[in-house]
Every structure is written in structure tokens, then in C-alpha cells.
């Protein structure tokens, strides 16, 4: 079972798996970003999400105050060669209770499934098994009701979020550092959390970069940014330029921040060309080579939408250079010379095309003619 998170009521979905007993992974992916659940008879367990950064289970337990940073780095060395979850580790050594343990994973789990169901780009696929993959523990098992009770909920105050915090791109700056709004008026955020936030606005970050900064989840930072804006703490500056943000973290922090930062942007507004094909060169620096060919096919569509058929075939070219093998695309770029009135140039592309296809098929023969001929059977 697969296709489009849109093209379903996904929390139904999700209801359904854990109601019915379904055992199996449940992928959920939008560009680079992949989520694995597990659901099973023991409860819901996350396998991997995928290669972004975001806050991991021991340092939330940190961020929240519930272990110091010492004790966290001793279970880390113990699971290295336990391969046990973490959670268990650090609640045998009675570091933590099982509510403490609970509270981080349902965060984790439950923000995992929040940011899949919230990209309108991304698709699904539910694959039956009877226990979790060999690779890969995951977390301890959770119960599903909870999680997705828990998934709603955080989906529900991210379309409000958004309607108080309208950009990525947005400025803001401390009105007065000496007048902060009361502990109280700050719900789930520890005062720590609060301090970090509030030392990265200064006037000329936006809020991706405070995100991408403080490796704070952006359902986090944005419900902090929303508190103190309402209590008029933080003040409204600008918008920025994105690709100019997404460059200067690039020369300031690094590549792997400024992608980040462009996922983000794409999370936010998928319809934004500009910043995908960015992201597309920047996963290409960095080697991620097929992020990097879907991502330039995806703007490529984009500007096929819009009849930009010059802007695409670039796109497709460069993704070409990236998998030269494969022939389809190839193909595609000739017919899409073709729509664009360059006869001359997509019958040279169609033909290069069609003379490689002929090419390995005749390699293709030439290896089955031999091997045929080694059996002793007559081709």
C-alpha cells in the first residue's frame, strides 16, 4: 500500500494500523526527509528518520533537565556495545523513570509523524511484517493510540503556529532583554530552551536560522517565537531574502546547516523553485547524489509547469551528468527539446539516447550468446 499522504486522511490511516493489529513498517518521505515506523503487537517503535538533524532522545532528556550531560555520554558508550535503546539503558540504571522515557519518545515520534503529515509533498508506503527489521532497533515500544492522539495534536497547533509566525524568512529582535515574559506564560519550554532562542534573535537571524542554529524543532521554536511575540518581547524586523540566507549559512556554518536550512524553506513552500534547485547543487556538494537527481527532476517539473522548457532541460542535464546511464531520462530531455521548438537538438539528444539503448542491448545478447553457448544449448 502507497501514494500521496494528500490523497488520504492519514491519521485515519494511521488509526487503522494500530486498531487492526496490522504489523509493519509504515515509510513516510518528502525529499531527503524519511521516516520508518513500526507498528507491531507491542506497540509503535520509530526505526530511522532519515539523515536530518534534529534533537535526539538523550538530548532532549539533557535539554529537559531530567540527566546531566556526563551520564548521558556513559549510556551512549554502553549502547555502542549493547545496541540496546537508550531509554532501557539509562532506566535500568535508575537514571530515569518510565514516564520520563515515555515523554521523550512520544516527542519524538509524535514530532516525526507531524512533519511528515504537514508536507503536502510527501508520499507514503506500508509494507506487512510480522517483526522489525534486523537493522535498527529503534525505540522502545510505545503505545499507537497515544502517538497519534499526540500527532494531531501537534499538527493542530502547527496550522495555528503558522498563522502567528507566517515565515521561515521572518526577523525579529528583542524589544527589551530585561523584561521576559514570566516562566509560567512559556507551558511546555524549559527556561533553558527560552535562553537559547532568545540569545540567536538578534535582530538579523531569521527564524530557519534560529532553527537550524539551536537544533530546536521548528513546532518548538515557532511556539516559543509566537509566546513571546504575543507578549511583545520579540519585535517584527523583516523578511529576508531566502537564497541569501540559505548562502550566507553556507560561508558561516557549513553546508550541511545551509541544507537544513533550505529543507526548511521547501517544508514551509514547496511551490518555491528557486530554493529546490538550490538545495539540489548544495546535496551535490556535499555527495548525495541521489537527493540531488530527484531534487533537480522536481524543479525540472516545476519549470515544465510553468513552460519554462529551457530552465528544465538544464535541470534534467545536470541530473543526467549525475546518473549518465540512465537512458530514460535522456529521453525526456529530448522530448521536452521537442515541445520547446528545438527540433535540431532533440533529434541529437533522441538519437544519442536510442544509439546507447541499441548499444547495451547488443552487450546484452552478446553476454546471453555466451553463456548459452557454455550450457551447450543453441541460441
Same mark, same amino acid.
Given at each position: 500500500?502507497?501514494?500521496?499522504?494528500?490523497?488520504?486522511?492519514? $491519521?485515519? $490511516?494511521? %488509526?487503522?494500523?494500530?486498531? &487492526?493489529?496490522?504489523?509493519?513498517? #509504515?515509510?513516510?518521505?518528502? *525529499?531527503?526527509?524519511?521516516? %520508518?515506523?513500526?507498528?507491531?503487537?507491542?506497540? !509503535?517503535?520509530?526505526? /530511522?528518520?532519515?539523515?536530518?538533524?534534529?534533537?535526539?532522545? *538523550?538530548? #532532549?532528556?539533557?535539554?529537559? *533537565?531530567? =540527566?546531566?550531560? &556526563?551520564?548521558?555520554?556513559?549510556?551512549?558508550?554502553? %549502547?555502542? @556495545?549493547? @545496541?540496546?535503546?537508550?531509554?532501557?539503558?539509562?532506566?535500568? @540504571?535508575?537514571?530515569?523513570?518510565?514516564?520520563?522515557?515515555?515523554?521523550?519518545?512520544?516527542?519524538?515520534?509524535?514530532?516525526?509523524?507531524?512533519?511528515a503529515v504537514t508536507d503536502e509533498n510527501a508520499e507514503f508506503e506500508f509494507l506487512s511484517l510480522e517483526s522489525p527489521p534486523s537493522e535498527g532497533y529503534g525505540t522502545l515500544p510505545l503505545d499507537g493510540s497515544g502517538i497519534i492522539l499526540e500527532a494531531a495534536?501537534? !499538527?493542530?497547533?502547527?496550522q495555528h503556529l503558522r498563522k502567528q509566525i507566517t515565515s521561515f524568512?521572518? =526577523?525579529?529582535?528583542?524589544?527589551?532583554?530585561?523584561?521576559?515574559?514570566?516562566? /509560567?506564560?512559556?507551558?511546555?519550554?524549559?527556561?533553558? !530552551?527560552?535562553?537559547? =532562542? #532568545?540569545?540567536? =534573535?538578534?535582530?538579523?537571524?531569521?527564524?530557519?536560522?534560529?532553527i537550524v542554529e539551536s537544533g530546536?524543532?521548528?513546532?518548538?521554536?515557532?511556539?516559543? #517565537? /509566537?509566546?513571546?511575540?504575543?507578549?511583545?518581547?520579540?519585535? $517584527?524586523?523583516?523578511?529576508?531574502?531566502?537564497? *541569501? !540566507?540559505?548562502?550566507?549559512?553556507?560561508?558561516?556554518?557549513?553546508?550541511?546547516? /545551509?541544507?537544513?536550512?533550505a529543507e526548511n524553506f521547501l517544508f514551509e513552500d514547496p511551490l518555491d523553485t528557486p530554493v529546490r534547485e538550490k538545495l539540489a547543487h548544495l546535496y551535490l556538494l556535499q555527495h548525495y547524489k541521489e537527493d540531488a537527481y530527484n531534487e533537480f527532476l522536481r524543479a525540472a517539473e516545476q519549470y515544465l509547469k510553468a513552460q519554462n522548457f529551457e530552465r528544465a532541460v538544464n535541470l534534467m542535464r545536470e541530473a543526467s551528468h549525475i546518473y549518465?546511464?540512465?537512458i530514460g531520462l535522456r529521453l525526456k530531455i529530448s522530448e521536452t527539446l521537442l515541445k520547446a521548438g528545438k527540433i535540431r537538438e532533440a533529434a541529437v539528444e533522441g538519437l544519442a539516447a536510442t544509439n546507447e539503448a541499441i548499444k547495451r542491448l547488443l552487450n546484452s545478447k552478446e553476454k546471453l550468446s555466451r553463456f548459452v553457448g557454455t550450457i551447450g544449448y543453441p541460441l
Open positions: 500500500m502507497k501514494g500521496l499522504l494528500r490523497q488520504v486522511k492519514m $491519521f485515519d $490511516f494511521l %488509526q487503522f494500523l494500530n486498531v &487492526s493489529g496490522r504489523q509493519g513498517v #509504515l515509510s513516510m518521505s518528502a *525529499g531527503s526527509r524519511r521516516t %520508518q515506523i513500526y507498528f507491531g503487537k507491542e506497540g !509503535v517503535r520509530l526505526l /530511522s528518520a532519515g539523515r536530518r538533524r534534529r534533537p535526539l532522545f *538523550g538530548e #532532549l532528556l539533557v535539554r529537559w *533537565g531530567r =540527566i546531566p550531560e &556526563s551520564e548521558l555520554v556513559e549510556a551512549l558508550e554502553e %549502547q555502542s @556495545r549493547s @545496541r540496546k535503546p537508550l531509554g532501557e539503558i539509562l532506566a535500568q @540504571r535508575n537514571r530515569i523513570s518510565k514516564e520520563d522515557v515515555e515523554e521523550c519518545l512520544y516527542a519524538q515520534v509524535a514530532e516525526e509523524i507531524c512533519d495534536r501537534r !499538527v493542530d497547533e502547527w524568512a521572518e =526577523i525579529y529582535k528583542v524589544r527589551d532583554r530585561a523584561e521576559l515574559p514570566p516562566a /509560567s506564560t512559556l507551558r511546555e519550554s524549559s527556561s533553558a !530552551v527560552v535562553q537559547e =532562542i #532568545l540569545f540567536l =534573535i538578534d535582530g538579523f537571524r531569521t527564524v530557519n536560522e534560529v530546536i524543532t521548528k513546532l518548538e521554536v515557532c511556539r516559543i #517565537l /509566537s509566546l513571546l511575540k504575543n507578549h511583545q518581547t520579540i519585535l $517584527f524586523v523583516e523578511r529576508a531574502n531566502k537564497l *541569501g !540566507v540559505i548562502e550566507r549559512l553556507q560561508k558561516q556554518k557549513g553546508i550541511e546547516f /545551509s541544507i537544513h536550512c549518465p546511464e540512465r
